[in-house]
T-cell receptor, first 113, second 114 residues
Framework: GNSVTQMEGPVTLSEEAFLTINCTYTATGYPSLFWYVQYPGEGLQLLLKATKADDKGSNKGFEATYRKETTSFHLEKGSVQVSDSAVYFC????????????FGPGTSLSVIP | DAGVTQSPTHLIKTRGQQVTLRCSPKSGHDTVSWYQQALGQGPQFIFQ???????QRGNFPDRFSGHQFPNYSSELNVNALLLGDSALYLCASSLGQGRRKTQYFGPGTRLTVT
């Protein structure tokens, strides 16, 4: 079945460091790909998305590119801030079941001053 | 523009009891999905409602049921609660039944079963 795999956390970075969170997926067809973020005590917020191969999603300095050849959607940010501390979820939406979103296990990020 | 709202925020129940959680979708959205997020894990899809009918269902037992009202709001009911039902329950809304929709999530209801 379809699934999402993320790098295990927790990840701890110093402020202004470069961030990469790896994400790979298994899916039939051409799913849409998402990154959601969950700040402490809050619900999920959509961070960015990409709906077809080679699309780049971007928001708030975060970027991810839909790589079909490697079935990956890695999240990157050039300079993290303390306020970026949160749990990040990679997710996919199946082509034939657009409301069923399959999430990865999440990667916890802590940014220290 | 109001986002997705859920009630209550927190709930404590005893094993064997029944619980009802409520969700109001984002303004203009007509589709509601429910997810269960256990501590330290990613959300798991429970089911989705559109036009007051259950359209898709994840791998959850019949103890989990739902309803959608004409105003698109929705309820999640869980019967015969188990300790393992303790989790954050998330509601998400979207518009229509076409391709490439984006779901918007509410803040969740934290259910604790003792």
């Amino acid at each position: 079945g379809n699934s999402v795999t993320q790098m295990e956390g927790p990840v701890t970075l110093s402020e202004e460091a470069f961030l990469t969170i790896n994400c790979t997926y298994t899916a039939t067809g051409y799913p849409s790909l998402f990154w959601y973020v969950q700040y402490p005590g809050e619900g999920l917020q959509l961070l960015l998305k990409a709906t077809k191969a080679d699309d780049k999603g971007s928001n708030k300095g975060f970027e991810a590119t839909y790589r079909k050849e490697t079935t990956s959607f890695h999240l990157e940010k050039g300079s993290v801030q303390v306020s970026d501390s949160a749990v990040y979820f990679c997710a996919l939406s199946e082509r034939t079941s657009y409301d069923k979103v399959i999430f990865g296990p999440g990667t916890s990020l802590s940014v220290i001053p | 523009d109001a986002g997705v709202t859920q009630s209550p925020t927190h709930l404590i129940k005893t094993r064997g009891q029944q619980v009802t959680l409520r969700c109001s979708p984002k303004s203009g959205h007509d589709t509601v999905s429910w997810y269960q997020q256990a501590l330290g894990q990613g959300p798991q899809f429970i089911f989705q409602y559109y036009e007051e009918e259950e359209r898709q269902r994840g791998n959850f037992p019949d103890r989990f049921s739902g309803h959608q009202f004409p105003n698109y709001s929705s309820e999640l009911n869980v019967n015969a609660l188990l300790l393992g039902d303790s989790a954050l329950y998330l509601c998400a809304s979207s518009l229509g039944q076409g391709r490439r929709k984006t779901q918007y999530f509410g803040p969740g209801t934290r259910l604790t079963v003792t």
